[in-house]
């Protein structure tokens, strides 16, 4: 195919098709190493194709860099073929720019509030049908409370039991060094019986059903959400959180106290080991102190922010899971973030009790 520059215009003649295209892409290399023309003449161009306009818009991109570069003498039929394949009319994306330092910082504080009024938008929906199905069953599967109660109560109680123990034990045998140096034995009882009802049962618990029982929430509406199953819900008219949400809410208000008293119950054990062996005191001593120096607000207190921990954990559990997106990857994400956002919220809670319960 001939081809050259005279008076800075590029002249194309013949064929420019995939079997031309290497042919004329090496004279153009060999005329362009002397002259750089702005204009390219397609008047003698007489059969174009795909192969063809890609290599004009390649020829376009590589002079227009040089310079202003325009096309003349185009016959309507090889116009009509440039407009169809030509990638010279697709605009460019522009990159986003990077945000700066306290731009970051205000996405963040958006996107937290977003989430936490979704949160708060669940949680006001799980709320509102738990108090429904105390009164109306409707909704929701036969027998899922005795289901849900296993599953988030007596199956927790063996871990439970293990690090109640421990916890008691290392904290009395920690505590009674300093005791017996100072001659006060006997207030080892106090020290358990107030710091276990008031705050390391509770804490302790929660920390162990938002690992154990919130991740296996999580995971669960995850894999419902993944595999349409809440999908399928809705379309028979069924609310997934009063179908699915609601019989673990009311589950584990029901077993979270009972799970606390049983975590306090153990360490006690643990604790009265310590107390009896190292430290002398005998069985009665230890258990008539640890009654007496509780009070009923103490337990209260103990079994209250239990029930505000439960219900915590719940609620971001299930959040996590409705808003999982993707497969498996999504569904473990979900999974984590809700371990991570219960135990960090349970926390919270545990200090804004210990402020209120002075």
Known sequence: MPCRIVNNTLYLEGNLTKETVPEVLYRINTLLKNQSPNTIDLSGISNLDSAGVAFLDELHNRLAAEGLLMFQGVQPQI???????????????????????????????????????????????????????????????????????????????PILALLSFIVGFILALQASVQLANFGANVFIADLMAFSMVREI??????????????????????????????????????????????????????????????????????????????????????VQRSIDVLSMKDIVTSFGKSIVFAWTIVVIGAYCGFEVKGGA??????????????????????????????
């Open 79 to 157: 116009q009509e073929v440039i407009d169809t394949f030509t990638s010279l009319k697709i605009e460019t994306p522009t990159p986003a720019r990077k945000m700066g330092f306290f731009e970051k910082i205000g996405d963040s504080v958006i996107l937290a509030a977003q989430n936490f009024y979704q949160v708060m938008m669940l949680a006001s929906e799980v709320f509102y049908w738990s108090l429904i199905g105390i009164f109306n069953r409707k909704g929701q599967r036969k027998g899922s409370f005795i289901i849900q109660c296993s599953l988030l109560g007596s199956q927790a109680l």
């Open 201 to 286: 049962a509770p804490l302790i618990t929660a920390i162990i059903v938002a690992g154990r029982s919130g991740s296996a929430i999580a995971s669960e509406i995850a894999t419902m959400q993944v595999t349409e199953e809440i999908d399928a819900l809705k379309i028979m008219a069924l609310s997934p959180v009063r179908y699915v949400v609601v019989p673990k809410f009311h589950a584990i208000t029901v077993v979270m106290p009972i799970l606390v008293m049983f975590s306090i119950l153990v360490s006690e054990i643990g604790g009265g080991i310590i107390a009896i062996d190292y430290l002398d005191l005998s069985v009665y001593t230890f």
């Open 329 to 358: 990857e999504g569904v473990g994400k979900a999974t984590t973030s809700s371990v991570v956002a219960s135990i960090f919220a349970v926390i919270i809670w545990d200090a804004i009790f210990s402020l209120l319960y002075l």
